[in-house]
């Protein structure tokens, strides 16, 4: 922790440490009026808290869209009307760039922090759906579980920001899925329109949104938790230096009186 404060403590929305006891405050309650002193100090807590998480979704991301891409290097298309435009690639260059920035620029990537994790959410959903519509035969139920796990654990921020984030892109995923199932299974698509196809995906979308959110809770409630020691143990300190320096003081007094 110490590292990050001594690198970030200019920078904005990052606070090095904060006073007063207490647990910090819930991930679903929204904060009235502009963020508060003890507001930035815990988004600094869950950006250190995060960071490993987001370096690892970055090199995940980049290295399984290039392996992709090596084994397939035609131009997958998920929109028709965007021939020339392959999400594989596009998340490739943002993994690295995000990585890349953790690393080198990491002022920089903190105070983009959420635009960051969400950007690559995104980038991670169209490039599950591109593939799944030319790699039909993987087991796309165990992954798209597995992505939903990555973006809750790989990709989080604080949850009170992020979860209408989180429905939006589940929604979308599940239009997608259901255009993609009709696309690669004509049978399907005969049998489905596209609004029956999205219906089907309501139980996939209620099982996912309800696993992303738990997750996130879950591990924000820890973050919670230690924050609130870790708040406690400055206010400590920061009372023990006051003590200490009124004992000095009045030692300082007295020896001068005597004098």
């Given at each position: ?48 808290k ?9 090199v ?38 995000s ?9 920089t990537y ?28 993987l ?64 139980p ?31 206010t ?24």
């Open positions: 922790r110490r590292g990050l404060d001594a690198r970030l403590g200019n920078v904005p929305g990052y606070v090095v440490g904060v006073g007063g006891g207490g647990v910090a405050q819930s991930a679903w309650m929204r904060s009235p009026g502009p963020p508060t002193a003890r507001d930035r100090a815990y988004r600094g807590h869950l950006i250190e995060t960071l490993w998480a987001h370096n690892i979704s970055n995940f991301g980049c290295a399984s869209s290039l392996v992709n891409k090596i084994r397939h290097p035609e131009v997958m298309v998920l929109f028709p009307w965007a021939p020339w435009l392959d999400f594989r690639e596009l998340l490739a260059i943002g993994s690295f760039v990585l890349a920035c953790t690393q080198h620029a990491l002022e903190v105070v983009n922090f959420e635009l960051a994790a969400d950007c690559i959410n995104w980038l991670g959903l169209l490039t599950r759906c591109t593939i799944s519509r030319f790699c039909p035969e087991p796309w139920d165990v992954i798209r579980v597995f992505t939903v796990c990555a973006g809750a654990i790989g990709m989080r921020y604080e949850l009170r920001k992020q979860w209408r984030g989180h429905v939006v892109r589940l929604l979308v995923a599940g239009v997608l899925d259901a255009r993609v199932r009709r696309e690669v299974d004509p049978e399907y698509g005969l049998r489905y329109s596209l609004p029956r196809a999205c219906a089907h995906q309501i996939a979308f209620l099982t996912h949104i309800t696993l992303c959110l738990s997750i996130q809770s879950w591990l924000e409630r820890i973050d919670a938790k230690t924050f609130a020691l870790e708040t406690e143990a400055s400590e300190r920061a009372h023990a230096a006051v003590r200490d320096s009124i004992d000095r003081r009045r030692g300082e007094s007295v020896r001068g009186s005597r004098e």
